[in-house]
């Protein structure tokens, strides 16, 4: 299991209500029903990922984070997972409030656009960064939405949202030192994961 | 080449269009009686929706499989407007093979060495269950209700099959699982029983009838009511049947059961070769003509008229969200049934935008639903036929759920 997910599923209590935005081929929410017992369900715009996880038993439905999410009651889940989806959406601002709109927790994770390198890069050859996160050239990739964990703060604070936890990783899925200064996770983290909550 | 030639007279072509019938005509049904189907009887009164008392309904019905002894593994599956219960056995008029043999079966999707299956010829049907071919009384020259027979809806055909599980010793249904007509069933199941449905299938359906079906449908009434033999409906007096308006109803429902890339790939623009050699104007025939002919005048018979008129009826009828308030959601508010949509991408008749809605009003019901559309050319009819990623999707969501209810 993608390492994002193994480090969420740890995050989430046992009989919880989830819904996973994103669900790809159904890995977290089965993960999730079989260790865990929750009621995990999953939205999935790829139509051949729905098709394969309906085909493994998985409750999952083809759906638009964008569009979808309004179709759901106010907190009907106990949490509401986007991983490495939030940088692809049209409106993430929105996606957000819809998810702890229907959520009492939000976990999201996202690529740091704030990485050393993806810095360098920029600075260095004046061009947009490829790096092993952002890999894709800049007219073909679905990441249209690129932010950084100081940006992801930022909007937090703006929309009123609580911070439970949050921690920054690198590629492979370890932790450093530097996770408990957001200035420095910011430079060194590739990746990072925020429970969030209702203030 | 292919460019008809007008030598005829149009009166030349109205005799070789009623010869063609005429065979039809004369063969009369191939539908057995009905005291060769299996079925069950329910004295006591049965309510319709429309306030009018049957005295008493059959339901016919086959089932296949065994029901374990906690009683827990029953699947019903709900035919569609011309279907019947003979899901997955050769048909007993025509010989077909059963109408969803590729889906019923053992090792299929809907496993009979797995699970108990019911199948229910639907109220209002024309193989062994009270429609309008069942005598009016218990007279012994009692003559069919014919157009007489009270208007039905959805929730009548949903209500007569629960009495049928209750006979069986099933209290709660496994599953329910149903395409077009079917899957209305399946959602009215859903809504009217939810106690008594653990998983809900609906394939290619719609929660209410469209405008735009309602007219196709009108269109093949009107075929019917056309038709000189149909006699008011009373056509069983004179001993025939609307062969020729029946038929035509067929061929123009045929069509939105297909798609366009479908008639294509199958027809084309392709010419039969006259069989005569004389010029004419219906002289040569397409392809595609010929297969439609096919499909009327087979149809004809095994169907009856008057209960295809009642059953269209009662699919125009549906609309699951005007009997709750005008909102969908409100069906299924507080259900504990697992939904899995399915629909198809080339469907047009029952297109998946109708299956998304149901899907959302399902979400704003918290329930649990699974939605997938089934990429497929062969149009609305694709839920019959061989599509390995919608058998699939219905052997995984059924796994799935037997997991969930401890089966």
Known sequence: ?199 | MARPRVTNTQAEVARQVHAAYAAVIMDHLDIPSRDTHQSATFDGGFMLDCGVALPSVTVAYRTYGTLNPARSNAILVCHALTGDQYVAEPHPGTGKPGWWKEVVGPGRPIDTDRFFVICANVLGGCMGSTGPRSPRDDGPDAPPWGTDFPPITIRDMVRAQRLLIDRLGVSCLFAAVGGSMGGMQVLEWAATFPDQVFAAVPVATAAFHSAQNIAFHEVGRQAVFADPEWAGGEYWRHGTIPARGLAVARMAAHITYLSEQALTRKFGRRLQIPATGTSSLFGDMFEVESYLRHQGSTFVNRFDANSYLTITRAMDYFDLAADHDGDLARAFRGTATRFCIVSFDSDWLFPTAQSRAIARALNRAGANVSFVEIASDKGHDAFLLDEPDFHRALSGFLSGCAEHAGL
């Open chain 1, 1 to 199: 299991m993608r390492f994002d997910l193994r480090l969420m599923s740890e995050m989430i209590a046992p009989a919880s209500r989830v819904l996973d935005i994103g669900s790809g081929d159904g890995t977290l929410i089965e993960y999730l029903f079989r260790t865990r017992g929750c009621d995990a369900r999953g939205i999935e715009i790829d139509m051949a990922e729905v098709t394969h996880a309906v085909a493994h038993g998985l409750p999952v439905m083809h759906g638009d984070a964008d569009t979808d999410l309004a179709h759901y009651p106010d907190g009907l889940f106990d949490y509401v997972v986007l991983s490495r989806t939030l940088q692809a959406v049209e409106r993430p601002q929105e996606v957000l409030r819809q998810m702890l709109r229907i959520g009492t927790r939000a976990l999201v994770s996202f690529p740091n656009f704030g990485h050393w390198r993806v810095r360098w890069q920029l600075v260095r050859s004046g061009r947009m960064p490829m790096t092993a996160t952002w890999d894709r050239p800049w007219y073909e990739t679905p990441n249209i939405h690129p932010c950084t964990i100081r940006d992801f703060f930022v909007l937090c604070a703006q929309e009123g949202y609580a911070v439970e936890r949050w921690l920054a990783v690198d590629n492979e899925g370890h932790q450093a030192p530097w996770r408990r200064f957001p200035g420095l996770a910011n430079l060194f983290g590739e990746q990072a994961l925020f429970l969030l909550r209702r203030a």
